[in-house]
């Protein structure tokens, strides 16, 4: 069911909700979860995800997997405005007693798997595709990973495996925002060619702007509606850090912390701390 909500207001909340939560709680990684926020919107209020927020282990959902677990704190925010949790769990991040924390714990609704260490999303996803093909389930699964992440070899086993297997309604989203922890891809593994090296593995590949939330939306609409055989993937060319001075596309935005009076300019915040 496709949602009239306005996607590009949305992801701006989405980015908003992100960057308060960032400083109130600095341990939580801002510049992998900005590169991805319009990935999450699509998903979520763009009629591409099948879900019921009051039965969050509902058997005919689909399944979504943030592989990059440490990039998906901008979900929060989606994941309590949606009602899987309430709003003033927000509030609480990373403080001791709260769910919510910089790594997330499948405890939380609306989480499927454990998400820290990285290279597991879509093996774990795969074999969820696989399951839910044989039980003649109609529920897609849905793996967000990040590029850096994609040097795990772990992942290529899962995309032979896939194909092999002709998983078609596994579909991998990659946000390629081309930096991982300590520079730029490139200068590790290159991902010049990924689109190329997935489809030579036999899966069906479309690169898309990934800060177009209408064109990330259209994408995953037709990538779910296609049964062909084929595992699907989206290459969702991104920035990491998105929208903040000094953190956008920097080499080492992974494990650096805009200062705060930086977050309270762009918050909008008069007074520094106020949120």
């Not at 960032?22 to 879900?51: D, K, M, N, Q, W």
């Not at 037709?222 to 929208?243: D, F, Q, S, V, Y």
Request: hydrophobic share 40%; proline share 4%.
């Amino acid at each position: 069911m496709k949602s009239n909500i306005n996607l590009k207001e949305k992801a701006h909340w989405v980015w908003q909700e992100t960057l308060a939560i960032h400083r109130r709680s600095p341990e939580t990684r801002l510049a992998s979860s900005l590169s991805a926020v319009e990935i999450y919107v699509s998903l979520y209020y763009g009629g591409v995800l099948r879900f019921d927020p009051k039965q969050p282990k509902w058997e005919g959902r689909d399944r979504c997997i943030f592989s990059k677990g440490h990039g998906s704190i901008s979900m929060y925010p989606i994941l309590a405005d949606l009602g899987f949790f309430d709003l003033e769990e927000l509030q609480h991040v990373c403080e001791a007693g709260s769910f919510l924390g910089g790594i997330p714990d499948p405890i939380i609704p609306g989480y499927e798997t454990l998400n820290g260490s990285l290279g597991h999303g879509l093996g774990v996803g795969t074999g969820m595709a696989l399951g839910l093909n044989r039980k003649g389930s109609d529920s897609n699964v849905f793996v967000v990973t990040g590029d850096g992440e994609l040097h795990e070899g772990a992942n290529w086993e899962a995309i032979m495996f896939a194909s092999q297997h002709k998983l078609d309604n596994l579909h991998l989203i990659v946000d390629n925002n081309s930096i991982s922890m300590l520079g730029y891809t490139d200068d590790i593994i290159s991902h010049s060619d990924l689109s190329a090296r997935l489809t030579a593995f036999g899966w069906d590949c479309i690169v898309v702007d990934g800060h177009d939330v209408l064109a990330v939306q259209s994408v995953l609409l037709k990538m779910k509606g296609t049964r062909n055989n084929k595992p699907k993937a989206l290459i969702a060319k991104t920035l990491k850090g998105r929208g903040v001075p000094n953190l956008e596309n920097e080499p080492l935005s992974h494990i650096i912390n805009p200062k705060p009076e930086l977050l309270d300019i762009l918050l909008g915040n008069k007074e520094s701390g106020k949120l």
